[in-house]
């Protein structure tokens, strides 16, 4: 069973900037960041392979948004800049054996960490 715990939550004004962490248990091929906000279905926001050469983001944090990972520490980083209200979210930590945007194909999830932008 792999355990994921994320960190690095919290307020910040439209146009700050935040950094999650989420340390897995174990390696995987994949780890990825979606989120969830109220009365919305989660959506996935960004993804990234074991080797750090692929990544892949959703169109709406395109540009925005920065994934990374520290193998030696299997830890995934989303670094978040220009936030907007609309980024206002529980985000989850995603670890599995598919590099995907698909949120099914991950088996392993965190427990989530509230972001809250504030306009």
């Known amino acids: 069973q792999v355990q994921l715990v994320e960190s690095g939550g919290g307020l910040v004004q439209a146009g700050g900037s935040l950094r999650l962490s989420c340390a897995a248990s174990?390696?995987?091929?994949?780890m990825g960041w979606f989120r969830q906000a109220p009365g919305v279905e989660r959506e996935f926001a960004a993804a990234?392979?074991?080797?750090?050469?692929?990544?892949i983001y959703a169109d709406s944090v395109k540009g925005r948004f920065t994934i990374s990972r520290d193998n030696a520490k299997n830890t995934v980083y989303l670094q978040m800049s220009s936030l907007k209200a609309e980024d206002t979210a529980v985000y989850y930590c995603?670890?599995?054996?598919?590099?995907?945007?698909?949120?099914?194909?991950?088996?392993?999830w965190g427990q989530g960490t509230q972001v809250t932008v504030s306009s």
């Open positions: 995603a670890a599995g054996n598919y590099f995907s945007d698909n949120g099914a194909l991950y088996d392993y």
């Open positions: 174990v390696s995987t091929v994949a």
């Open positions: 990234i392979r074991r080797s750090g050469s692929r990544t």
